[in-house]
């Protein structure tokens, strides 16, 4: 059967990918027969109703999805392709309450307008009463305008089926979180990463850049049991009382929160056995202050100091001694982590800065690496920059690919030096300015940080 999914005209590259993961996720057949980033209307084959609603009800970016009964350019054909492929259908809904609803992209319709479009479709034949309210059937015209037209170029009508979890986005928005920082994830972001990284009940998931939970808290949303680690541990421990605990109690999530530890990627405390079914992460872009690891710059141990006869490093303020760290560096061994400690099947989420000129030989290409599956990437454009939200699966063993480098990196010399310019191209780039990016119909979503 085919079915009308009204997306919300936002992230417009994260929305196909989003619907896609959470039809493997639920191990649906799904084949995209529409779809187009300039609208919000695409049409998919499922199976059946109830994966239908089952698809849809975790979708972020989704706004709902309608059993399709016709579609074309104009409403003549609209009218002959409904009475062609669902005429057989008008009748199991002759006595319901219902109600119209009429959505154009693009357009406005006048009150006068929307009663003879409504009035069109009389040949339906439904008696029922007519509820605004809580009807049990809702039937939708959906309109696709070019901007500044008045005549639609596509029209559509559809039954509604379900609606999608949008409504959830007010109750984690950051403006009502109670602890933050300035780089804590905006939780539209964090709930679709969640999906696409298939968060769910009976998973582990794990973010070894936690900051302050964004993306443990959208997890344990979806079901996840979640735990998380930072290289800083004042993130970890909180402040005045307030810590990452505070948000999971808030959402009253506590049940799905293990535990958060500090350690940097490099030392993370963790077995080394695949264990983890996904994998979660904001990284550091390193612009602010360079990255770092903890260590030494000479490579040297340090005597162990004491205060008040007590050794420094078992103190709560304790802040161990890091080395300049290579952003290249970070993200070969993200992946290797991820390759290591990934269940078959396993997924991986994490967040990339990249530069929108990509003419010059400066841009990072996609890291790859031989035991991971490069699943979906989204971008999100700023001005000068962009971030993209990249996605792996971890191969099982026979899927290996033995002649993919762990990373590529589109540059013609090798990263050399010791200052935080030298081991991070992009906050190089970042501080030197970027030229301006080819003018294209690319979208353009505010936010974000570095």
């Known amino acids: ?6 997306f919300a005209q936002v992230h417009e590259s994260f929305r196909k990918p989003e619907i896609q993961a959470l039809a493997d996720l639920f191990a649906f057949d799904l084949e995209f027969l529409e779809y187009s980033q300039y609208s919000p209307h695409c049409i998919v084959r499922l199976s059946n109703e109830d994966a239908a609603r089952t698809l849809i009800s975790r979708s972020i970016l989704s706004k709902g ?8 350019p104009t409403y003549d054909e609209l009218h002959t392709d409904m009475h062609r492929r669902t005429s057989t259908l008008w009748h199991e809904y002759k006595s319901s309450s219902f109600k119209f609803e009429i959505h154009a992209y693009q357009a406005t319709r006048s009150l006068a307008e929307q009663s003879d479009l409504i009035n069109s479709f009389r040949y339906l034949g439904f008696d029922g009463p007519i509820r605004l309210k809580d009807p049990e059937q809702t039937f939708c015209i959906f309109e696709d305008c070019d901007w500044g037209v008045t005549e639609p170029k596509k029209v559509y009508f559809g039954r509604l089926i379900a609606g999608g979890s949008r409504g959830i986005l007010d109750t984690y928005t950051l403006k009502k979180r109670k602890y933050l920082s300035t780089t804590s994830m905006d939780s539209e972001l964090a709930l679709v990463t969640a999906n696409v990284t298939h968060a769910a009940p009976g998973k ?4 070894p850049f936690v900051g302050t939970g964004s993306f443990l808290i959208a997890c344990a949303h979806f079901g996840a049991s979640t735990m998380g680690s930072d290289i800083d541990g004042r993130a970890v421990r909180g402040k005045n009382g307030l810590d990452i605990s505070t948000n999971f109690r808030q959402y009253s999530l506590v049940d799905k929160h293990l535990d958060n530890f500090v350690a940097d990627l490099t030392h993370a405390p963790l077995r080394t056995s695949r264990f983890l079914d996904g994998i979660i992460c904001d990284p550091p872009y390193g612009v602010r202050e360079g990255l770092k690891v903890l260590g030494s710059r000479d490579g040297s141990g340090k005597e162990i100091m004491y205060v008040n006869g007590e050794p420094a490093h078992l103190q709560d303020h304790y802040l161990p001694p890091k080395k300049p760290y290579s952003f290249e560096a970070m993200l070969d061994d993200i992946l290797e982590f991820a390759a290591g400690t990934l269940v078959a099947g396993g997924r991986l989420s994490l967040w990339m800065p990249t530069a929108n000129d990509d ?3 400066g841009e990072l290409e996609i ?3 031989a035991c991971l599956e490069v699943v979906s990437v989204c971008v999100q454009v700023f001005n000068k920059w962009s971030r993209r939200l990249l996605t ?9 690919v033995e002649d993919i480098q762990p990373v590529v990196v589109k540059q013609s010399g090798t990263m050399i030096g010791s200052t935080a310019n030298d081991l991070n191209s992009f906050r190089k780039r970042y501080f030197e ?3 301006d990016p080819p003018s294209s119909k690319e979208d353009q979503t505010v936010g974000g940080h570095v």
């Not at 059967?1 to 009204?6: G, P, Q, T």
């Not at 582990?204 to 973010?207: I, N």
């Open 359 to 361: 003419d010059d030989g």
């Open 65 to 72: 999805i309608y059993e399709l009964w016709g579609s074309g």
């Open 433 to 435: 300015g970027f030229r």
């Open 392 to 400: 792996y699966r971890r191969r099982v063993k026979d899927e290996e």
């Open 1 to 6: 059967m085919e079915y009308l999914v009204r």
């Open 367 to 369: 890291p790859r690496h």
């Open 204 to 207: 582990l998931f794990y973010d």
